[in-house]
């Protein structure tokens, strides 16, 4: 049986417009994944833990910095900037 192949036409991005998407992690696949999340339009925040080497990577790709909890918060400034973010990760640094 061939495998279905998905395009975006398949797919329906109203449903997450207007909710905040995490991605825990900046490494190759969460960098991956919040840059296509943030360039299809929706808001993405990052968890990273205080001094992680991704926290210049994330910068550098246009995403702002505020702590919470012990974990550092990446989001995308066109959409989060001066914005408080009530909700915590739920791992451990």
Known sequence: MPAKVFSDNDADLTIL????????GFGSQGHAHA????????????GLYEGSKSI????????T???LGGWQVSGSP?????????????ASP
């Open 35 to 46: 840059l296509n999340l943030k360039e299809s339009g929706l808001k993405v925040i990052i």
């Open 65 to 67: 910095h505020t702590v």
């Open 56 to 63: 210049p990577v994330a910068k550098e790709k246009g995403f």
């Open 78 to 90: 066109s959409r989060d900037e001066g914005r408080s973010h009530p909700g915590r990760a739920a």
């Open 17 to 24: 417009q207007d909710k905040t998407l995490a991605v825990l």
